[in-house]
């Protein structure tokens, strides 16, 4: 996917993309500071909204091969079983059962299954939304925020869920979070976005361990990155 | 007594009223539903203007209606040819124009609070407008029931439009609303106050049947 020129303009807010390019089958992340243009240009790439100027290469990707998973999740007033299949159902995929229970049970949700998905905790709504948006194996995935209500031992399942998946079924991610951790063990490459534009972009060692810029320094001053070597994806 | 009361002429009077009761309610939940869903996602210049003429429709006065119904209707009115003034038609037309307006706002009113979400959502997923549009009405199934509730319970309930446009004639247009009137006006106020129990009755069961359902889908707020 090529990305050049993007603009998109708000009342109070303008976003400018100058260049951006996503191999296939690479975890990318987006990090900045709130308000500075991350969902919007996830938005615009996913194909949610238009952009004012500017062109969007989606390299032969339609809008079924992409996805998007958000920190406040929608949950279909039905059953957890019923969200998770949503996606096979309306693209006429019969749902493979010992899937969905490997699945639910993964997550620690298939004691739910037949219960009412709006009435689960957060990060249960949150874990379904992340399955349902993976079970459909999408060529693009984005993930705006979508670990941020989950525990450490979820996010991590996660973690090692799009890892396994890298191997036997790659896709591209675009995964934003503020808890660069994540964005550490699964991004090789990281976009580092202020006041709506990309200020700084490159391999994920050089972006959170030697930053140059001097607004990606000052985002990067309280965070508390592990020693280990980032980009497991790398 | 309740036998007296309850007699082939009363029988029919009920059944009446939930015949028109029902056909309005049909028909202005198929004009307003679509309406109300369409007034949400559609954009065009006074727009606005639209939303408020029916939210004042919302509120219009039955008998305003039924006299607008009256004028068309009326032999020299512009419908006069079709002989429909002082007949069941009339009184479903008076309804669905009081109706519908109510239904496209209440159906309005929640797709505007949600639809956008659903919508995008359906994007997300890769839904078609077909199938975006089907979740749509599912989602706010609790809302359009509830809008379809409240126009059978205001259906039920007018009495100023059917009045002017039915006539209250004896065997042909006489509802359980314009019966209550006439008895009421004659002094048999036993049988007003049982007919007036027979309609809080249906009235009750259309809400209970209602809560029923919403219970059924209600979301926790509670985090575990």
Aim: aromatic content about 8%.
């Amino acid at each position: 996917m090529k990305i050049s020129k993007l603009t998109k303009n708000f009342e109070r807010f303008s976003l400018f993309v100058d260049e951006m390019e996503l191999v296939p089958g690479k975890i990318y992340g987006i990090i900045g500071p709130n308000g500075c243009g991350k969902t919007t240009a996830m938005k615009l790439i996913a194909g949610l909204i238009k952009p004012d100027s500017g062109q969007i290469d989606r390299c032969g990707l339609t809008e079924r091969d992409i996805t998007m998973a958000f920190r406040k999740p929608y949950l279909i007033r039905d059953t957890v079983v019923r969200n998770l299949t949503y996606p096979l159902t309306i693209r006429g995929i019969q749902p493979d059962e010992r899937q969905i229970k490997e699945s639910l049970s993964l997550a620690g949700l298939w004691d739910y299954r037949d219960s009412f998905a709006p009435g689960l905790s957060s990060g249960e709504q949150q874990k379904l939304s992340l399955l349902r948006a993976m079970i459909f194996s999408p060529k693009l995935m984005l993930i705006d925020e979508a670990f941020s209500n989950l525990d450490m031992e979820s996010a991590g399942l996660f973690e090692r869920m799009i890892l396994e998946r890298q191997q036997t079924n790659p896709a591209t991610y675009l995964i934003c979070a503020h808890q660069l951790s994540h964005i550490q063990r699964l991004c090789a490459y990281i976009f580092f976005m202020h006041k709506g534009k990309i200020e700084a972009r490159g391999q994920a060692e050089d972006i959170l361990y030697a930053p140059q810029n001097p607004h990606l320094k000052n985002y990067l001053k309280y965070a508390s990155l592990r020693e280990e070597a980032p980009g497991w994806n790398s | 007594m309740m036998f007296e009361i309850l007699d082939a002429e009363v029988l029919g009077i009920i059944t009446l009223t939930l015949r028109m009761t029902l056909f309005s309610t049909a028909i202005s939940s198929l004009i307003g539903i679509p309406l109300g869903l369409w007034l949400d996602s559609a954009r065009f210049a006074g727009k606005k203007l639209v939303v408020i003429i029916n939210r004042t429709l919302m509120a219009s006065p039955p008998v305003v209606v039924g006299l607008v119904v009256y004028l068309l209707l009326m032999r020299n009115g512009p419908f006069g040819f079709m002989g429909l003034l002082f007949t069941f038609e009339a009184m479903v037309i008076a309804q669905v124009l009081l109706l519908t307006p109510i239904i496209c706002g209440i159906v309005h009113t929640a797709s505007a609070r949600s639809a956008e979400g659903i919508r995008l959502f359906a994007r997300t997923m890769g839904a078609n407008k077909t199938q975006t549009q089907l979740l749509l009405i599912k989602e706010l199934g609790n809302d359009i029931f509830f809008a379809v509730v409240t126009g059978f319970g205001r259906a039920m309930s007018e009495v100023g439009a059917i009045m002017i446009v039915g006539g209250n004639i004896r065997h042909q247009t006489r509802t359980m609303t314009t019966t209550i009137s006439l008895l009421r006006g004659m002094g048999e106020i036993h049988q007003a106050i049982f007919l007036g129990a027979v309609l809080m009755l249906i009235a009750f069961s259309v809400q209970m049947t209602a809560d029923f359902f919403r219970k059924r889908e209600r979301a926790s707020d509670e985090n575990f």
